[in-house]
């Protein structure tokens, strides 16, 4: 397992650079260094939890607790952004991150549990490599599309490079003994499920946010500051419902959180699906709390499954590969989002982002289908009473009869 410690030197360094970029071509390499700082902190902090709570039941509600420390930076992140850029400038929005990360240090030495795994894993640098190809040339071929055109011949190029990116990675994985993405786990359809939630919930949530910025700063004249404000019911229903969600896990599996945040991830996105530029504040605010309940329940229920029946030892593993699920659906929403609205003016932002609500909708019924996958199999055969209590030798002991001495219930006359 990674040790926490190994996360200290990537928050910090992730933090400062970008704040002390001279140029925007510095600033891109810096935000690059900053997502390799921030992927290694879910699968470590998932894998402390996992390891610090072996009791199932207590280690869903933990994650519970754990996911609901996307809410509250929900509800931080886009307000404390908005008033830093109204007051300051954006250099702001990284240095504000240099206390954060002295305090997270200062609280990790003091009371995180150090945890390895037995046998340190080799490093898997074809994977690695091909699996950085495989994302990049997706989320890349999404974003430039629009503009390319999709029949292009550097679009169909880089179709072409990412199959043949995706087929070299498994290959490769399938035949090494320490594989960076172990593909059997993929065969167990609760894993696949988790995974697959994962990608759809993250999907939902960025296109929800980066919609909602456009059409509030461009369409409606908003500023950072109120725009920001108007996330705070999404934050709030997904930092009150994630630890709900993780209790519910403990009492009665994923299946129950997982319907309700695909229901009502559905309605918030039906919900927005004939917006206009003059769209009631009150309907949009009823829209981004239900997203962001949904959001909530969803989170714990998909990070419990992916890791629930693995050893210990691989849970940084699991964590790492549902870690990534996230950062595609991102990444995936993002694009298909931004696509839609590349070409529209601040006038036709409202509509050219109804797709956008669908795809979220959509979203929401993926996980009501991954619902269906994470229910617990059913045990086939007679069911299993309780075990008989062993009598104690010489007392409350009544003779047996023999097969041949017992009377048959017919005969007693």
């Known amino acids: 397992m990674v040790s926490n410690s190994a996360t200290s030197p990537g928050r910090s360094v992730k933090s400062r650079s970008p704040r002390l970029a001279p140029s925007a071509g510095v600033l891109v390499a810096a935000r690059a260094l900053q997502g390799v700082g921030a992927s ?30 996307f809410g509250l930076s929900m509800a931080a992140g886009p307000v404390t952004g908005g008033a830093l850029l109204a007051h300051l400038d954006w250099r702001a929005l990284f240095w504000i991150n240099a206390p954060v990360i002295a305090a997270a240090l200062l609280l990790s030495a003091v009371f995180v549990p150090e945890s390895r795994a037995p046998r340190a894993r080799r490093l898997d640098l074809p994977g690695q490599v091909l699996l950085t190809v495989v994302l990049a040339v997706v989320v890349g071929v999404l974003i430039e599309g629009p503009r390319i055109g999709w029949t292009s011949p550097a679009a169909l190029a880089g179709y072409a490079c990412g199959a043949v990116a995706a087929a070299a990675l498994v290959r490769v994985e399938s035949r090494r003994r320490e594989p960076l993405m172990d593909l059997r786990l993929f065969g167990r359809p609760v894993f696949s499920g988790a ?28 500023t950072p500051l109120a725009a920001g404000v108007a996330t705070l019911p999404l934050a709030v229903g997904a930092t009150v419902c994630a630890p709900w969600a993780g209790r519910m896990v403990g009492r009665t599996g994923p299946r129950p959180p997982l319907l309700l945040a695909g229901g009502f991830i ?9 917006l206009t530029p003059h769209t009631s504040v009150l309907l949009l605010l009823t829209a981004y709390a239900l997203i962001g309940i949904g959001f909530g329940f969803a989170n714990a ?19 790492a590969i549902t870690s990534t699920a996230r950062q595609l659906g991102s990444a995936l929403g993002i694009a298909l989002a931004g696509g839609l609205v590349t070409d529209a003016g601040p006038g036709e932002l409202a509509d050219a982002s109804r797709p956008g609500w669908l795809l979220v909708a959509a979203c929401g019924v993926l996980l009501l289908l991954v619902a269906q996958v994470s229910r617990p199999r059913e045990v086939k055969g007679p069911a299993a009473g309780p075990a008989p209590r062993p009598a104690s030798p010489g007392r409350g002991r009544r003779p047996t009869a023999s097969p041949r001495t017992a009377p048959a219930r017919g005969r007693e006359r």
């Open 40 to 69: 290694m902190l879910s699968p470590v902090a998932l894998a402390i939890v996992v390891n610090a709570m072996p009791d199932p039941k207590e280690r869903a509600q933990a994650i519970g607790v754990w996911a609901s420390v």
């Open 266 to 274: 559905t309605a918030g996105g039906l919900c927005l699906v004939r």
């Open 301 to 319: 229920p998909l990070t419990n499954t992916a890791v629930n029946g693995l050893p210990p030892a691989r849970a940084g593993v699991a964590g």
């Open 195 to 222: 995974v697959v939630g994962a990608v759809a919930v993250f999907v939902a949530l960025s296109t929800t946010l980066l919609l909602n910025t456009l059409y509030l700063q461009h369409t409606r004249g908003w």
